[in-house]
């Protein structure tokens, strides 16, 4: 089984509509991460969270919101979908002992019509 | 903003020779780490190098660090049709809160 899952992986939305992204671990890491990928900008730090009390705002953070549910969940939300929220969305988890890498979730594209 | 920024943004070469693609940035950094990703796929960690590191080897792969210049290079030797994908790089900066940035890549693609 993944370590880190994404669902949905796919997800075709309206203008307008309230979207939510999930990411589970079974990792054990305390560190969670949204990004999201465009072509040719590489990935963009959305939100990040260093326990379950802690989130904080990344590079890209305004029309989106985050929830940690618990050590092993971390949700990203869009309130109000825009067509320029078209990418592809990345969770990813860390442990603070390893220098910070990174490990990845298969992602979810998104698109915002 | 990005940290890093990737060199050349891509590379086609043939199969079994080496692949060097560099990385530069720009703020005083803990470590970098390089990471792959395979078309449309979630990033994979390959290597990371700490600040007071200057060379480390991992199978295929070669990494140089050097933070006068704020600038590392990864070399894939003997390179194979797998090694097909897009390489970041990633700073973990100092006094960035420990998260890291990761750079916008370069394609690299291996001819067989």
């Known amino acids: 089984d993944a370590d880190v899952t994404q669902t949905p992986r796919n997800r075709i939305t309206k203008t307008g509509k309230r979207i939510m992204l999930e990411c589970s671990q079974t990792?054990?890491?305390?560190?969670m991460y949204w990004y999201r990928q465009d072509p040719g900008l590489g990935l963009r730090l959305i939100y990040y969270?260093?326990?379950?009390?802690?989130?904080n705002k990344g590079e890209i953070s305004d029309g989106y919101s985050v929830s940690r549910q618990a050590q092993a969940k971390f949700s990203l939300s869009l309130e109000s979908a825009i067509p320029n929220q078209t990418a592809l969305y990345f969770c990813?988890?860390?442990?603070?002992?390893?220098?910070?890498?990174?490990?990845f979730g298969p992602g979810t594209r998104l698109t915002v019509l | 903003s990005q940290q890093g920024e990737e060199d050349p943004q891509a590379l086609s070469i043939q199969e079994g020779e080496n692949a060097t693609m560099n990385c530069s940035y720009k703020?005083?950094?803990?470590?970098l780490q390089w990471y792959r990703q395979n078309s449309g796929r979630g990033l994979v960690h390959l290597i990371l190098?700490?600040?007071?590191?200057r060379e480390k080897h991992s199978g295929r792969l070669r990494v140089t660090l050097d933070t006068s210049k704020k600038s590392s290079s990864l070399l894939i030797t003997a390179s194979r049709a797998a090694d097909t994908a897009s390489y970041f790089c990633?700073?973990?900066?100092?006094?960035?809160?420990?998260?890291?940035?990761f750079g916008t890549g370069t394609k690299l693609q291996v001819i067989p």
């Open positions: 990813a988890t860390s442990d603070f002992r390893g220098g910070n890498e990174q490990f």
């Open positions: 990792k054990g890491h305390d560190r």
């Open positions: 969270s260093f326990d379950v009390k802690d989130i």
């Open positions: 703020t005083s950094i803990n470590n």
């Open positions: 190098i700490r600040s007071n590191e």
């Open positions: 990633a700073t973990d900066a100092e006094g960035g809160y420990q998260k890291v940035t």
